[in-house]
Protein backbone atom coordinates (compact mmCIF):
# COMPACT_ATOMS: atom_id res chain seq x y z
CA UNK A 1 0.00 0.00 0.00
CA UNK A 2 1.06 3.59 -0.53
CA UNK A 3 2.35 5.55 2.03
CA UNK A 4 0.50 8.97 1.08
CA UNK A 5 -2.48 8.62 -0.22
CA UNK A 6 -4.63 10.66 -1.58
CA UNK A 7 -8.46 11.18 -2.56
CA UNK A 8 -10.23 11.79 -4.73
CA UNK A 9 -7.35 11.35 -7.86
CA UNK A 10 -10.01 13.12 -9.95
CA UNK A 11 -12.19 15.73 -8.96
CA UNK A 12 -14.30 17.57 -12.02
CA UNK A 13 -17.00 20.73 -9.54
CA UNK A 14 -18.68 23.64 -10.62
CA UNK A 15 -18.10 27.13 -9.69
CA UNK A 16 -18.88 27.94 -6.32
CA UNK A 17 -19.22 24.39 -5.00
CA UNK A 18 -17.39 23.16 -1.92
CA UNK A 19 -15.20 20.24 -2.14
CA UNK A 20 -12.33 18.41 0.01
CA UNK A 21 -9.06 17.04 -1.23
CA UNK A 22 -7.91 14.58 1.77
CA UNK A 23 -5.03 12.84 2.51
CA UNK A 24 -3.55 10.09 4.52
CA UNK A 25 -0.12 8.44 5.83
CA UNK A 26 1.28 5.71 7.38
CA UNK A 27 5.01 7.00 7.41
CA UNK A 28 4.19 8.42 10.81
CA UNK A 29 5.51 11.68 10.21
CA UNK A 30 4.43 14.86 11.44
CA UNK A 31 4.60 17.46 9.53
CA UNK A 32 2.55 17.53 6.06
CA UNK A 33 1.78 20.39 3.25
CA UNK A 34 -0.16 20.72 0.07
CA UNK A 35 0.84 21.74 -2.86
CA UNK A 36 -0.61 22.65 -6.25
CA UNK A 37 0.83 22.65 -9.57
CA UNK A 38 -0.12 24.65 -12.43
CA UNK A 39 1.87 24.39 -16.12
CA UNK A 40 5.12 26.72 -15.74
CA UNK A 41 4.85 27.78 -12.32
CA UNK A 42 6.24 24.43 -10.39
CA UNK A 43 4.99 23.82 -6.65
CA UNK A 44 3.61 26.13 -4.78
CA UNK A 45 2.39 26.01 -1.15
CA UNK A 46 -0.60 25.91 0.07
CA UNK A 47 -1.20 25.18 3.90
CA UNK A 48 1.59 23.45 5.65
CA UNK A 49 1.32 21.43 9.27
CA UNK A 50 3.93 20.86 11.73
CA UNK A 51 2.59 18.89 13.91
CA UNK A 52 -1.13 18.46 14.82
CA UNK A 53 -1.63 21.70 16.77
CA UNK A 54 0.12 23.62 14.20
CA UNK A 55 -1.14 24.96 11.39
CA UNK A 56 0.82 27.62 8.69
CA UNK A 57 -0.30 29.74 5.76
CA UNK A 58 2.22 29.06 2.74
CA UNK A 59 2.50 31.32 -0.46
CA UNK A 60 -1.08 30.81 -1.89
CA UNK A 61 -3.49 30.28 0.75
CA UNK A 62 -6.31 32.61 0.06
CA UNK A 63 -9.58 30.52 -0.96
CA UNK A 64 -7.96 27.26 0.68
CA UNK A 65 -9.05 26.24 4.34
CA UNK A 66 -6.91 23.20 5.82
CA UNK A 67 -8.01 20.93 9.01
CA UNK A 68 -5.58 18.37 10.44
CA UNK A 69 -7.41 15.90 12.17
CA UNK A 70 -4.94 13.75 13.14
CA UNK A 71 -1.20 12.85 13.23
CA UNK A 72 -2.48 10.86 9.57
CA UNK A 73 -4.71 13.15 8.68
CA UNK A 74 -4.74 16.49 6.44
CA UNK A 75 -7.58 17.75 4.63
CA UNK A 76 -7.79 21.31 2.23
CA UNK A 77 -10.83 22.62 1.14
CA UNK A 78 -12.28 25.07 -1.29
CA UNK A 79 -14.97 27.09 0.18
CA UNK A 80 -16.08 28.35 -3.03
CA UNK A 81 -14.63 26.26 -6.19
CA UNK A 82 -13.68 29.01 -9.06
CA UNK A 83 -12.27 27.92 -12.30
CA UNK A 84 -8.52 29.39 -11.56
CA UNK A 85 -8.39 26.88 -8.78
CA UNK A 86 -8.07 23.88 -11.52
CA UNK A 87 -4.92 22.39 -11.09
CA UNK A 88 -2.89 19.30 -9.98
CA UNK A 89 -3.01 19.34 -6.09
CA UNK A 90 0.17 17.19 -4.11
CA UNK A 91 -0.21 16.69 -0.59
CA UNK A 92 3.64 15.65 1.01
CA UNK A 93 4.96 14.51 4.57
CA UNK A 94 8.14 14.92 6.08
CA UNK A 95 9.99 14.50 9.31
CA UNK A 96 11.96 16.91 11.02
CA UNK A 97 15.90 16.66 10.61
CA UNK A 98 18.89 18.22 8.55
CA UNK A 99 18.12 15.10 6.10
CA UNK A 100 14.36 16.09 6.04
CA UNK A 101 12.41 14.51 2.79
CA UNK A 102 9.57 15.09 1.53
CA UNK A 103 7.23 12.14 -0.05
CA UNK A 104 4.39 12.94 -2.04
CA UNK A 105 0.97 12.08 -2.56
CA UNK A 106 -0.03 10.64 -6.44
CA UNK A 107 -1.54 14.04 -6.95
CA UNK A 108 -5.50 15.01 -7.19
CA UNK A 109 -6.14 16.62 -10.94
CA UNK A 110 -8.57 18.88 -9.86
CA UNK A 111 -11.23 20.58 -12.96
CA UNK A 112 -13.78 23.47 -12.11
CA UNK A 113 -15.70 24.54 -14.11
CA UNK B 1 11.30 36.56 0.08
CA UNK B 2 12.79 33.64 -0.19
CA UNK B 3 13.53 31.83 -3.88
CA UNK B 4 14.68 29.30 -5.94
CA UNK B 5 15.53 29.64 -9.24
CA UNK B 6 15.99 27.77 -12.24
CA UNK B 7 16.15 27.58 -16.04
CA UNK B 8 13.21 26.01 -17.16
CA UNK B 9 14.20 24.37 -20.41
CA UNK B 10 14.17 22.61 -21.99
CA UNK B 11 17.64 21.17 -21.88
CA UNK B 12 18.01 18.36 -24.75
CA UNK B 13 20.60 16.78 -24.64
CA UNK B 14 21.58 13.12 -26.56
CA UNK B 15 22.21 9.51 -25.35
CA UNK B 16 25.19 8.95 -23.11
CA UNK B 17 26.04 13.09 -22.78
CA UNK B 18 26.31 14.61 -19.56
CA UNK B 19 23.11 16.83 -18.65
CA UNK B 20 23.81 19.95 -16.31
CA UNK B 21 21.07 21.16 -13.95
CA UNK B 22 21.45 24.73 -11.98
CA UNK B 23 19.61 26.05 -9.27
CA UNK B 24 20.23 29.64 -7.00
CA UNK B 25 18.30 30.47 -3.38
CA UNK B 26 18.43 33.45 -2.03
CA UNK B 27 17.93 32.65 1.93
CA UNK B 28 21.55 32.14 3.03
CA UNK B 29 20.10 30.31 5.90
CA UNK B 30 18.92 27.60 4.06
CA UNK B 31 20.41 23.74 5.29
CA UNK B 32 19.45 21.20 3.10
CA UNK B 33 19.14 20.88 -0.45
CA UNK B 34 17.62 18.71 -2.39
CA UNK B 35 17.04 17.64 -6.16
CA UNK B 36 13.66 15.95 -7.65
CA UNK B 37 12.11 14.36 -10.66
CA UNK B 38 8.86 14.25 -11.70
CA UNK B 39 7.43 12.86 -14.48
CA UNK B 40 4.50 13.97 -16.47
CA UNK B 41 1.50 13.74 -14.67
CA UNK B 42 3.15 11.87 -11.13
CA UNK B 43 4.33 13.16 -8.36
CA UNK B 44 7.95 14.58 -7.16
CA UNK B 45 10.35 11.85 -6.10
CA UNK B 46 13.71 12.39 -4.50
CA UNK B 47 16.88 11.68 -6.00
CA UNK B 48 19.50 13.46 -4.21
CA UNK B 49 19.52 15.73 -1.55
CA UNK B 50 23.47 17.72 -0.02
CA UNK B 51 23.68 19.73 2.86
CA UNK B 52 27.33 20.36 2.85
CA UNK B 53 29.44 22.31 0.31
CA UNK B 54 31.36 20.09 -2.41
CA UNK B 55 29.81 17.50 -4.34
CA UNK B 56 27.99 14.45 -3.35
CA UNK B 57 28.10 11.42 -5.97
CA UNK B 58 25.21 8.15 -6.73
CA UNK B 59 25.02 6.42 -9.32
CA UNK B 60 24.66 8.66 -12.46
CA UNK B 61 24.24 11.53 -10.63
CA UNK B 62 26.56 14.30 -8.59
CA UNK B 63 24.61 17.08 -6.75
CA UNK B 64 27.08 20.33 -5.95
CA UNK B 65 26.70 22.75 -3.55
CA UNK B 66 28.20 25.89 -3.51
CA UNK B 67 26.85 28.12 -0.32
CA UNK B 68 28.98 30.80 -0.76
CA UNK B 69 27.84 31.30 -4.56
CA UNK B 70 24.33 29.78 -3.29
CA UNK B 71 24.47 27.93 -5.86
CA UNK B 72 23.14 24.15 -6.53
CA UNK B 73 23.50 21.68 -9.29
CA UNK B 74 22.60 18.39 -10.49
CA UNK B 75 24.71 16.44 -13.32
CA UNK B 76 23.82 13.51 -14.85
CA UNK B 77 26.13 11.40 -16.84
CA UNK B 78 25.46 9.17 -19.00
CA UNK B 79 22.15 10.22 -19.57
CA UNK B 80 19.39 7.86 -20.64
CA UNK B 81 15.73 8.71 -22.11
CA UNK B 82 14.60 7.35 -19.44
CA UNK B 83 16.16 10.60 -17.52
CA UNK B 84 13.74 13.06 -19.52
CA UNK B 85 11.58 14.36 -17.04
CA UNK B 86 11.42 17.78 -15.14
CA UNK B 87 14.15 18.51 -12.36
CA UNK B 88 12.98 20.90 -9.43
CA UNK B 89 15.44 22.41 -6.82
CA UNK B 90 14.31 22.40 -3.23
CA UNK B 91 15.87 24.13 -0.51
CA UNK B 92 15.26 24.07 3.00
CA UNK B 93 15.59 27.12 5.04
CA UNK B 94 15.57 27.38 8.70
CA UNK B 95 12.11 26.86 10.61
CA UNK B 96 9.62 26.35 7.69
CA UNK B 97 8.48 24.43 4.92
CA UNK B 98 11.28 23.49 1.64
CA UNK B 99 11.08 26.12 -1.26
CA UNK B 100 10.59 24.66 -4.63
CA UNK B 101 12.21 25.84 -7.72
CA UNK B 102 9.75 25.93 -11.04
CA UNK B 103 11.74 23.09 -12.24
CA UNK B 104 13.77 22.65 -15.26
CA UNK B 105 12.83 20.06 -18.31
CA UNK B 106 15.34 17.80 -19.46
CA UNK B 107 15.18 16.08 -22.93
CA UNK B 108 17.27 12.91 -24.05
CA UNK B 109 17.23 12.12 -27.29
CA UNK B 110 18.16 8.67 -28.74
Known amino acids: DADVTQTPRNRITKTGKRIMLECSQT?????MYWYRQDPGLGLRLIYY???????NKGEISDGYSVSRQAQAKFSLSLESAIPNQTALYFC????????????FGPGTRLLVL | QKEVEQNSGPLSVPEGAIASLNCTYS??????FFWYRQYSGKSPELIMF????GDKEDGRFTAQLNKASQYVSLLIRDSQPSDSATYLC??????????FGKGTTLSVSS
Open chain 1, 92 to 103: ATSDPGPRETQY
Open chain 1, 27 to 31: KGHDR
Open chain 1, 49 to 55: SFDVKDI
Open chain 2, 27 to 32: DRGSQS
Open chain 2, 50 to 53: IYSN
Open chain 2, 90 to 99: AVSPAGTALI
